[in-house]
Structures are given as C-alpha cells and as structure tokens.
C-alpha cells in the first residue's frame, strides 16, 4: 500500500488531534494546533507522605506545521512547537504561564516512497512506546530515560501495513547521544511492534540505560485490548516491565482498566478510568490507581481533569 504526499504530510504534523488551517495555496499547507489540560490530582504516594491534593496545569502548547511541496514526490515539512505548561518531562512543574519551553523545531524531507527524514529539536521515536490506558496513575508505566532532543535526526516509514523509525541525539552535552528503533506491522485490528532504545552517559547523572519493549494492540468493535513486555537496564541494573491494559467505549463514554508489574521492587500497580467526550475536541476524564510494593506501602491516587484540543 503506498502512501500519498498528503497523506504523509498528515503523519509529520504531530500528536494533536485537531488542528486549524491557516493556510493552504499551491500545495502549501500551515496548520496551528494546540492544547490545554488541568487536572485536579492526589498523586499515588508512600503511605505517611502526606501529600496534599492540588491543580496542575498538565498540558499547554501551541504548535505550527507546515508542508511545501518541492515537486511530484518531494515535500519540505517544518514545525515549531511550545509547551506553555512549565512541566519536566513527568508533567511536573510548577506552572508559572511566564516560563515556557520551545520543545520543537525541525525541519526536513518527506517522500511518499521514502518516508520523512527530520533534522533537529523534536521527540525521539521511543517518546511513543507504552501502550497504557491510563492518564497519571500508571505508577510504574515504561521509563527509558530522556526521549526529546534539540539535535535529533529521525527517520520515519509508514506504508499502512509496515512501519518503521529510527532516531538518533547528537547532543554534544551528552557523549555517547542516544539512538532508538521502532519497527512494527499492521493486520486487521491488530498492532505489533518492538522498540529498541540506548544511551550512554545521558544527562547530569550520566547514565547508561539499554532497553526495549514489545507491544501487541488489538481492537474489535468497541473493546481495545493491549499488552506489553519490556525491560530496561540502568547501569548495570535491569528490570522486566509487564504490562495489560483495556478500554471499552459506548457512546461518548470510554471505560478503561489497566494493570503494570515491575519487577525491580516487585511493585502491583492497578488503575480505573472513565472519560467522557463532551465533544471531539474536548474531552473530561476521572481515574484512580492503587499500588504495592515489596518495600513500600501506597496511598490511593486520584485524578480527575480537562483536556481541550483545537
């Protein structure tokens, strides 16, 4: 199955789920798309921690696309994103609306034979593995370490059967940079595929982090089930990472349960949530997630909040 140039120009505007056309002339495409999400949330903590309850500003970014055709079978693509919502890359922060961050800037080629090749700040291919249903109380969700860069080359083929990615940081902070690989295949409902992901003496405490995670989804009618087994290794330290999760939707409800298993501290994690799509563009959600330890004893965590697309 081959791809169209348009078709493809829709892979490389990002995640958003709405998006609004500011321009489209002579094949030249400029979309604006953006997001805003708060959530009223009790993180799952140690029990005794005595965290208090409190609204976050989850998400928040405003993000361009463009797309110029060059000819029949070339297109340049760019985009340029903020996040507005002062948050780490665990959606932490302390949501000052003065103090934001440009986390995507790229540029590069798209062909509807060869895929798209970018250059430049942007998310690398494992930002996209895990298959949890849940929005905060997955406790113990697949963690490879840093998955953005401001010196990302990345490649990504999708023909709709096959797909296929790679990416790599040349961060000069960094010294050994970071390289990931995602190859997986479509049929039917069903969604295989494997991601592959390492680093050498990344960030300020300069570890060294090798892993993978293989991910089967399938979806019939109104049920969507997935799975996963992962593993992750930590200087010299690895753990295996079990993973299940449903969701079953009727009408504008979406009901979803999901279930993790880390084995490093032999921690049970479970979570429940029911969203609600006021419209296509917004939708509201409420979730609770339990935890157990081997060595820790958790409190419950809820959260309830607000996503609003355009």
């Given amino acids: 199955m081959k791809k169209t140039l ?7 505007a990002g995640s958003a789920n709405a ?22 949330i009790q993180d799952i903590a140690a029990k005794g921690s005595d965290e208090d309850p409190t609204i976050r500003l989850d998400d928040g970014d405003i993000t361009l696309n463009t797309t110029i055709p060059v000819n ?4 340049v693509v760019a985009g340029l994103s903020f996040d507005l919502s002062n948050t780490d890359d ?9 103090d934001f961050f440009n986390d995507e800037l790229y540029a590069g080629f798209q062909g509807a034979d060869f895929g798209t090749l970018t250059f430049g700040r942007q998310f690398l291919i494992s930002d996209d593995a895990g298959i949890g249903k849940d929005y905060e109380m997955g406790l113990e969700q697949l963690d490879l370490g840093k998955t953005q860069g401001s010196e990302v080359v990345k490649y ?20 050994g940079g970071i390289t990931d690989a995602r190859l ?16 050498d003496d990344v960030g300020a405490v300069g570890n060294e982090v090798d892993g993978y995670n293989i991910e089967a989804e399938y979806v019939f009618g109104a049920v969507a089930l997935a799975a996963s087994f992962g593993n992750v290794e930590v200087n010299n330290a690895d753990s295996d990472l079990i993973e299940a999760a449903g969701s079953y939707t009727m009408g504008k ?9 880390a084995e490093a501290d032999e921690t049970n994690n479970v979570y429940a949530n029911v969203t609600h799509q006021l ?20 409190d419950l965590g809820y959260v309830a909040g607000m996503e609003v697309l355009f």
Avoid: C, M
């Fill in 19 to 40: 998006s609004v056309n500011l321009l489209d002339q002579d094949g030249v495409i400029v979309d604006l798309s953006g997001s805003a999400e708060v959530q009223f």
């Fill in 184 to 199: 997986g295949a479509r049929f039917a409902g069903l969604d295989v595929r494997g991601y592959y992901y390492t680093s």
């Fill in 72 to 75: 029949n079978n070339l297109n």
């Fill in 6 to 12: 348009i078709a493809l120009s829709v892979l490389a």
């Fill in 253 to 261: 409800n979406t009901f979803a349960l999901g279930y993790v298993y």
């Fill in 90 to 98: 665990k959606g932490r922060g302390n949501g000052k609306p003065d």
């Fill in 279 to 298: 419209h296509s563009n917004v939708k509201l959600y409420a979730e609770l997630g339990w935890a157990d330890g081997d060595n820790t004893d958790y």
């Fill in 156 to 175: 990504v083929y999708d023909n709709g059967q096959f797909y296929f990615g790679a990416s790599h940081d040349i961060n000069k902070d960094d010294n």
